[in-house]
């Protein structure tokens, strides 16, 4: 791009919990983005290590970072709530403290957003291990998921997500444990907005051996919730998706992150 346009203040979520180890690389991955127009709010879950102190003296040297500490540990739906609550930008981005954005990220994106006047967007992601060093993989996506497409396919990273709530209207993540982000797409989707994909990799996902995600049969567990608790879908149409949700999930995770993870039917 030859001419970087101020597209509006883009309001970035970020929930910490013990994120000391990361939390740092993640900030300093948005505090370099050729966008500029942005605040990052953390909401930090009552951590137990030195998260809050590696967090302050950011803060020091950019006052558009903001801390949200908590008094009790709430999870990471309910902190992202808190930080959504505060948020002043008409762009919603998620970037988790463990993961990182390419430096181009938010241009890019909000370049595809206005272009196509698109109001849910998502990306393709690169793969690193706990250390940061790429494993070479990433994950492909879809050109766009409507609903029912994303019941069976749930291939959008929360740390791609870039959200227009001029647009779409408000929002807060359900609070459930370990597929909020899934329920809070689905709800955006229902309002009649699909999601749309820009197939470039503009973000890096750190495989932590502690994540909620790594704990697949609880995830799993989860995302039948979904359908039966949230969605209030038939058993057999519930069994229907969570067999779509098996299949690609079984790709996308099981088989070494191929770049076959996705597939625009």
Request: proline share 2%; charged share 25%; glycine share 4%.
């Amino acid at each position: 791009m030859n001419e970087l346009k101020d597209y509006g203040l883009v309001s970035i979520i970020m929930p910490s919990y013990n994120a000391s180890r990361f939390i740092t690389e993640s900030i300093k991955s948005v505090i370099v983005q050729t966008y500029q127009n942005w605040e990052l709010l953390i909401a930090d879950d009552c951590s137990k290590d030195s998260s809050v102190e590696v967090i302050k003296k950011i803060i020091d040297k950019d006052q558009r970072i903001k801390l949200f500490s908590l008094l009790k540990n709430v999870g990471a739906a309910a902190a992202r709530n808190v930080a959504i609550e505060h948020a002043n930008g008409q762009y919603i981005a998620f970037l988790d403290s463990d993961d990182v954005w390419e430096p181009e990220k938010l241009e890019r994106q909000l370049a595809f957003m206005k272009e196509n006047k698109y109001a849910f967007t998502y990306s393709e992601y690169y793969v690193m291990e706990e250390d940061g060093k790429k494993t070479g993989s990433f994950i492909r996506i879809p050109s766009s998921l409507s609903y029912r497409q994303y019941l069976r396919n749930t291939i959008i990273g929360c740390l791609t997500v870039v959200i227009d709530r001029n647009i779409v209207g408000d929002f807060r993540m359900p609070l459930i444990k370990s597929s909020h982000d899934m329920a809070l797409w689905l709800l955006i989707m229902k309002r009649g907005y699909k999601a749309y994909g820009i197939k470039e990799v503009l973000a890096g996902y750190r495989l932590v051996s502690t994540s909620n995600t790594a704990k697949k049969w609880k995830a799993a567990k989860d995302v039948w919730r979904v359908y039966r608790k949230i969605e209030h879908l038939s058993v057999l149409f519930s069994a229907f998706c969570f067999c779509g949700y098996v299949f690609n999930a079984v790709i996308k995770r099981c088989l070494l992150y191929t770049s076959d993870a996705a597939d625009d039917g």
